[in-house]
């Protein structure tokens, strides 16, 4: 069974720096996906960041970038210039290709401090 | 265009009651996939439909049921419900092209308490 796991409870971060979410994943499998999702306090899951597996190179939105490193089954989100609105539960998310389920990690609370 | 409405937001039922969760996906969407959120067992999948089939289940008792209607709106139901059904409730749906994987969308979920 695949499994996702999120090291790391809680992180904090100051306005403007930049954080690092650690995710670490199991799998057999050559063909799936990774995911990022945000999830403020009014509870909507929304989609950060997403990975293809066959893809090698790191995947970017705006100031959200991932370190994919398919060996080592690692997939950490780096932050840059933070802002308060990012402060959220972040989860990691594992899909295997042409299945819609998605195994969850526990997640990492984001502190913002102004 | 309209988002994933789940529908009420929140519920309170007493143990032993039963209990019926609507979702409704974005239009277009055939598949939705229900989760359990709770503090201590995190997000869980319970089941997955596309085109009115329960396509995946989680391990979840089958007290847990499910199902999709011909417009792909969805209901989950619980049944002789417990303590521990207390969560919040995810709907998640997605256009699934066979093969190609899309992107899924969820709802701002049902949160059910149950005394």
């Known amino acids: 069974a695949q499994t996702v796991t999120q090291s790391q409870p809680e992180m904090s971060v100051q306005e403007a720096e930049t954080v690092t979410l650690s995710c670490t994943y199991d799998t057999s499998e050559s063909d799936y996906y990774l995911f990022w999702y945000k999830q403020p306090p009014s509870r909507q899951m929304i989609l950060v960041i997403r990975?293809?597996?066959?893809?090698?190179q790191n995947a970017t939105e705006n100031r959200f970038s991932v370190n994919f490193q398919k060996a080592a089954k690692s997939f950490s989100l780096k932050i840059s210039d933070s802002q308060l609105g990012d402060a959220a539960m972040y989860f990691c998310a594992y899909r295997k290709g042409g299945s819609e389920k998605l195994v969850f990690g526990k997640g990492t609370k984001l502190t913002v401090n102004p | 265009k309209a988002g994933v409405t789940q529908t009420p937001r929140y519920l309170i039922k007493t143990r032993g009651q039963q209990v019926t969760l609507s979702c409704s996906p974005i239009?277009?969407?055939?598949?939705v996939s229900w989760y359990q959120q709770t503090p201590g067992q995190g997000l869980q999948f319970l089941f997955e439909y596309f085109s009115e089939t329960q396509r995946n289940k989680g391990n979840f008792p089958g007290r847990f049921s499910g199902r999709q209607f011909s417009n792909s709106r969805s209901e989950m139901n619980v049944s002789t419900l417990e303590l521990g059904d207390s969560a919040l409730y995810l709907c998640a749906s997605s256009l699934y092209r066979g093969l190609m994987n899309t992107e899924a969308f969820f709802g701002q979920g049902t949160r059910l308490t149950v005394v």
């Open positions: 990975q293809e597996a066959y893809k090698q």
């Open positions: 239009s277009g969407h055939r598949s």
